[in-house]
Structure formats: structure tokens, C-alpha cells
């Protein structure tokens, strides 16, 4: 697909969204098998950034779908800022957000309040506006595009609610028997 369509700029979003979910996934498997303490904070940190970028991710596919163009660089770094913040703090200091790791027979983490606030605050503001861009861009679109973006609109609302709610909300609130 992403070899198919070199003009369609949506599908570098999409496959840099893919991207971020298959590295989610990896990290999520990662942290479950894990059986050392550094393995599960740097599993723990890498599916923290991959979500992070499935977020950033989802809101340019949706900027790209509404204006029907790639954003200017400039915009596109700008809108980065937090991704790349986020990165920069999980690879340089991962207890920032993650208060400690347990092994168990169910790994689990137990976050810092404050800042896992502030990274739930991204996320759903990035998904939320994707969503709505992604919206917008169905509503104006012809009837050729229509369905494409109708199938995009409802990829990223199905899959978004279900990780928030698995691997955000959840977590937020000690329950990380179910990340998986």
C-alpha cells in the first residue's frame, strides 16, 4: 500500500500510525515476558513513546485528510513539540512517568499521578482532534472519497477508544492486568 500511492500523502501518516501501534504492541509483549526490572522499565517506556507517536500520527493523517495536503514543516515540528518532549523524558529519565516496575507473574507498573495526567492530557487531546480532522475531512470529502475516509474515520475512533481505554484509563487507575 504505502509503495502503491507515492502522491497520497495520508498513507506516510497512516503507515508512521501503523508504525507506532506494531512498536506499542512489541513493547506491550515485551513488558509481559520480561524478567528483569530494567527489561520491564525500558519495555514500559518504549510502548509509552510508540503511543505517543500513534497520537501525533493520527493527528497529521487527520490534518492531511481535512486540507487534502501535507502539513508545512514548520507546522509539523511545532505540533512534534510534545512527542518529541515526551520521547526525550521517557529515554532519559523513565521515572518521570513510571514510579516503579514489579516483576510478578503479572508485570505491572505503578505511575506517577501528575505526570501520567499530563500524558493522558496529550494523548487524548492529539486522538480527540485527529478524530475531529478526520471527521471534517469525510464530511467535505467527494463522493469517490467518501467511503476511504468514512473506513479511516472508523479504524482510528474503534481502535483509539479500545487502547485508551486498555492501556490509558485502565493503568491510570492501577489496573494494568488487561495493557495486553
Do not use: C
Request: glycine fraction near 6%; charged fraction near 10%.
Amino acid at each position: 500500500f504505502l509503495l502503491q500511492r507515492k502522491n497520497d500523502s495520508i498513507v506516510y501518516f497512516f503507515f508512521l500510525t501503523t508504525l507506532g501501534a506494531a512498536s506499542w504492541a512489541f513493547g506491550i509483549a515485551l513488558f509481559l515476558i520480561a524478567d528483569t526490572t530494567a527489561l520491564l522499565l525500558f519495555a514500559a517506556s518504549f510502548y509509552y513513546i510508540a503511543a505517543a507517536l500513534i497520537a501525533l500520527s493520527a493527528l497529521l493523517a487527520g490534518y492531511v485528510v481535512w486540507r487534502r495536503r501535507m502539513p508545512t514543516f514548520k507546522m509539523a515540528l511545532l505540533i512534534s513539540v510534545p512527542f518529541l518532549v515526551i520521547t526525550t523524558v521517557m529515554i532519559n529519565d523513565p521515572s518521570v512517568l513510571l514510579h516503579s516496575v514489579t516483576l510478578s507473574e503479572q508485570n505491572t507498573a505503578a505511575l506517577n499521578s501528575v505526570p501520567y495526567v499530563v500524558y493522558g492530557a496529550y494523548f487524548i487531546f492529539y486522538y480527540v482532534a485527529a478524530l475531529a480532522l478526520l471527521f471534517r475531512g469525510y464530511k467535505n470529502a467527494s463522493r469517490v472519497q467518501k467511503p476511504r475516509f468514512g473506513y479511516f474515520f472508523g479504524a482510528y475512533t474503534f481502535a483509539g477508544l479500545i487502547g485508551m481505554w486498555f492501556s490509558l484509563f485502565l493503568p491510570g487507575l492501577g489496573n494494568y492486568s488487561l495493557i495486553w
